[in-house]
């Protein structure tokens, strides 16, 4: 069976630079990183491989340059690592990003002869913060989801069921569906392992498949801008307000309280 780990490579920054007129990320100078929830999934995917003997695959959509992320997925010991690439794909919503993920999960597993166990993914980006690529995926291509998992219980492959743990607001959730399965994790899930030096070595070395829209043959009005029903009128980072610091902590801590509260009160922001 296949385990699929969807990674993204994202801005290594805060302020990230939006062009005024596409809406779209800028990118040039800008550091680059896998996405943190990505890691934790590719790990995931790893750890299945280990125990179950899975083929881990990393699977990731961007420009050229996003195949560095996919070569670290390489050097943590993924099997085979696909880059969806191609102009038309570019400044892609949550929605026409899934329609090329999910195609080119089906055209993993049609090359590879082999079926769909798990596809994981990151609970969100932390430049887009939607959380929508990984349920995107899963309605695509028709498999059950179980979002926001800190730990999977238990794997079955001959039933072809798994029982993982949700973690949710201020409880947890036991769910149990059957294969295949799209999964989001969360940080909890698992701590990324260290690349050793001769996966790191090999990495250099080893290729990765790039696929564009020629192999994938989607409609290319279903993909990038064209296939993005998401119109961003505009996008930009929020103005903090200037902190202040009120009274005396140290020598007068009651008097400093008493500030604070009266400040609390004044702005609404305390309830009495």
């Given amino acids: 069976m296949?385990?699929?780990?969807?990674?993204?490579?994202?801005?290594?920054?805060?302020?990230?630079?939006?062009?005024?007129?596409?809406?779209?990320?800028?990118?040039?100078g800008i550091p680059f990183i896998v996405n943190p929830y990505d890691t934790h999934a590719l790990e995931e995917g790893l750890r299945i491989k280990d125990r179950y003997g899975f083929r881990a695959v990393a699977l990731s959509m961007g420009p050229p340059n996003a195949e560095a992320a996919l070569k670290k997925a390489l050097a943590m010991g993924a099997d085979e690592a696909i880059?969806?690439?191609?102009?038309?794909?570019?400044?892609?919503?949550?929605?026409?990003?899934?329609?090329?993920?999910?195609?080119?999960?089906?055209?993993?597993?049609e090359e590879a002869g082999d079926e769909i166990g798990i596809v994981f993914c990151g609970k969100q980006t932390i430049d887009g913060d939607t959380a929508q690529v990984g349920p995107g995926i899963a309605v695509r291509l028709g498999f059950s989801q179980l979002t926001?998992?800190?730990?999977?219980?238990?794997?079955?492959?001959?039933?072809r069921t798994i029982r993982v743990r949700r973690k949710l607001e201020g409880r947890y959730?036991?769910?149990?569906?059957?294969?295949?399965?799209?999964?989001?994790?969360?940080?909890?899930?698992?701590?990324?392992?260290?690349?050793?030096?001769?996966?790191?070595l090999a990495s250099v070395d080893a290729a990765v498949k790039v696929w564009n829209n020629e192999v994938?043959?989607?409609?290319?009005?279903?993909?990038?801008?064209?296939?993005?029903?998401?119109?961003?009128?505009?996008?930009?980072?929020?103005?903090?307000?200037?902190?202040?610091?009120?009274?005396?902590?140290?020598?007068?801590?009651?008097?400093?309280?008493?500030?604070?509260?009266?400040?609390?009160l004044a702005k609404d922001l305390l309830a009495v």
């Fill in 2 to 28: 296949l385990a699929i780990s969807c990674i993204k490579q994202v801005p290594d920054t805060t302020q990230v630079q939006i062009d005024p007129v596409t809406n779209t990320l800028v990118r040039e």
């Fill in 83 to 109: 880059l969806c690439s191609d102009r038309c794909f570019g400044g892609a919503d949550t929605l026409s990003t899934s329609n090329v993920l999910a195609a080119a999960i089906k055209r993993i597993a």
């Fill in 148 to 159: 926001l998992v800190d730990r999977i219980e238990h794997l079955d492959a001959a039933a």
């Fill in 173 to 200: 959730e036991v769910v149990e569906a059957p294969l295949p399965v799209m999964i989001t994790v969360v940080r909890e899930l698992n701590r990324p392992r260290y690349p050793t030096v001769p996966l790191r």
């Fill in 216 to 264: 994938l043959r989607l409609d290319v009005n279903s993909v990038g801008l064209k296939g993005s029903p998401t119109w961003v009128s505009r996008i930009f980072s929020p103005e903090r307000a200037k902190g202040e610091i009120i009274g005396d902590g140290m020598g007068d801590p009651v008097g400093t309280a008493h500030l604070l509260i009266n400040q609390l």
